[in-house]
């Protein structure tokens, strides 16, 4: 078995680890887990990756890179700024929503690395998402405001997922009306953000 391709074995260690943290959670996560689900030494394990760590953020990438490939296409449609950054919103809340443990384990993650969330709001971890607030605010708020603004409105979305994610009373059924209206609330705060003019 570990004869395969580099790129192969990468992949299914990264596939089984994790299936390890989906399962059992990060703590169950190990070099030796890893291996042995795989049929694979450690050794040859660490050949691709030089610590748990560094599988995770792996994961963390190959994570991301799904979420940029949906956002794409939620967004193929959306013309103006403000079609886009409801766009944004609504795929980023169903995203995790149909991901549950996903988030959880980010979260699980991040309160060791908090680059993932919190601090990481004002320094581009939620894409563009400052920019589009931005244009649509542009000439009603003065460049602080906006930029206050958008943090808001980045950490106002994290914690509705975090809140809708929580939440396992949501019938299935209703998920799409609850992500609806909490793309709505948001949307709607911040258009009545761009009604009040600079004096």
């Known amino acids: 078995m570990e004869n395969l391709e580099p ?66 296409a939620a967004r193929q449609n959306a013309k103006s700024p403000e079609e886009i950054l409801a766009a944004t919103i609504r795929y980023y809340l169903q995203f995790w929503v149909q991901d549950r443990t996903g988030f959880r384990l980010a979260s699980e993650w991040s309160r060791n690395n908090p680059s993932l969330t919190g601090t990481a709001i004002g320094t581009g971890s939620f894409g563009d998402l400052p920019d589009l607030v931005k244009a649509i605010l542009a000439g009603s708020r003065t460049p602080e405001e906006i930029a206050r ?47 009040s003019s600079i004096h």
């Not at 689900?37 to 450690?42: E, M, V």
């Not at 603004?149 to 939440?167: C, E, N």
């Open 7 to 72: 790129a192969d074995t990468r992949t299914r260690i990264l596939d089984a680890a994790e299936k390890i943290a989906r399962n059992q959670g990060l703590n169950a996560l190990s070099m030796r887990a890893i291996a042995d689900r795989i049929g694979l030494s450690a050794p040859a394990a660490y050949r691709h990756f030089r610590s748990k760590d560094t599988i995770i953020q792996a994961m963390i990438e190959r994570g991301y890179n799904r979420f940029i490939q949906g956002l794409k």
């Open 149 to 195: 603004i958008s943090r808001w409105t980045a950490a106002t979305l994290y914690g509705l997922t975090l809140s809708l994610v929580q939440d396992e009373a949501i019938p299935r059924a209703k998920e799409t009306e609850y992500i609806d209206s909490a793309t709505e609330f948001l949307m709607r705060t911040i258009r009545a953000s761009s009604l």
